[in-house]
């Protein structure tokens, strides 16, 4: 599932990790 997150735009990997119930913030997309 990581390499759908990755191929994702940003904003979809933010809605991915907020859903995961994990802070956005802490997974910062450079």
């Known amino acids: 599932m990581s390499r759908l997150i990755l ?8 809605a991915v990790l907020e859903g995961a119930g994990v802070p956005f913030v802490a997974r910062p997309s450079s």
């Open 7 to 14: 191929a994702s735009g940003s904003s979809a990997r933010r």
